[in-house]
């Protein structure tokens, strides 16, 4: 079992949808980043979380620490949103060193 | 504006001919990494700069090395590559040692071909 789930592996929606992105892990972290990569592309750092709830434009990352959960949502999705969304975490046994979820595969049709 | 820069974005080389890959930063930040991601794989840390101090990950070929003369560059070394080597390598780069943990930026990757 990875030590960081994603769910769904795909996801496909309507421009405009609400959309949900989930991140479970199972040991203790520090922090849970997510990341969005377009075909190709390189990484793009989308938040670092540690607690809370963050918001930047139509993205919203949130985490529970006591459940190890994390879910970014993208609030009135475009074309442009299709892209690999990664969560990754930083263990608190591995430094700086972080690790990856499989990745969620989104694609927002016009 | 501060940035990881990657060069070249594509590289092309031949079985076994050494190819050196190229990461600079203007974000003066004190660790750097390199990462190897092959198609619909998360990235793979090979290893990471820690100041001056080299950080080699357990699983990480011998065929690999890196060099880090100077706090903004970092080179990733193949000595002989094979077509198992053929990958997008990432380089990123963090703020380490303050109270505050720090994000990795990403570059934007060279994709090697091995022919």
């Known amino acids: 079992k990875n030590e960081v789930e994603q769910s769904p592996q795909n996801l496909t929606a309507q421009e405009g949808e609400f959309i949900t992105i989930n991140c479970s892990y199972s040991?203790?972290?520090?922090?849970l980043h997510w990341l969005q990569q377009h075909p190709g592309g390189g990484i793009v750092s989308l938040f670092m979380?540690?607690?809370g709830k963050k918001k930047h434009g139509r993205l919203i990352a949130t985490i529970n620490i006591q459940e190890k959960h994390s879910s970014l949502h993208i609030t009135a999705s475009h074309p442009r949103d299709s892209a690999v969304y990664i969560c990754a975490v930083r263990l608190w046994t591995s430094g700086s060193r972080l690790t990856f979820g499989e990745g969620t595969q989104l694609t927002v049709n016009p | 504006d501060a940035m990881v820069i990657q060069n070249p974005r594509y590289q092309v080389t031949q079985f076994g001919k050494p190819v050196t890959l190229s990461c600079s930063q203007t974000l003066n930040h004190n660790v750097m990494y390199w990462y190897q991601q092959k198609s619909s794989q998360a990235p793979k840390l090979l290893f990471h700069?820690?100041?001056?101090?080299?950080?080699n990950e357990a699983d990480t070929p011998d065929n690999f090395q890196s060099r880090r003369p100077n706090t903004s560059f970092c080179f990733l070394d193949i000595r002989s590559p094979g077509l198992g080597d053929a990958a997008m390598y990432l380089c990123?780069?963090?703020?380490?040692?303050?109270?505050?943990?720090?994000?990795?930026?990403f570059g934007p990757g060279t994709r090697l071909t091995v022919l």
């Open positions: 979380l540690s607690s």
């Open positions: 990123a780069t963090s703020r380490e040692g303050t109270p505050l943990y720090n994000e990795q930026f």
């Open positions: 700069y820690y100041d001056k101090d080299f950080n």
């Open positions: 040991v203790g972290i520090s922090a």
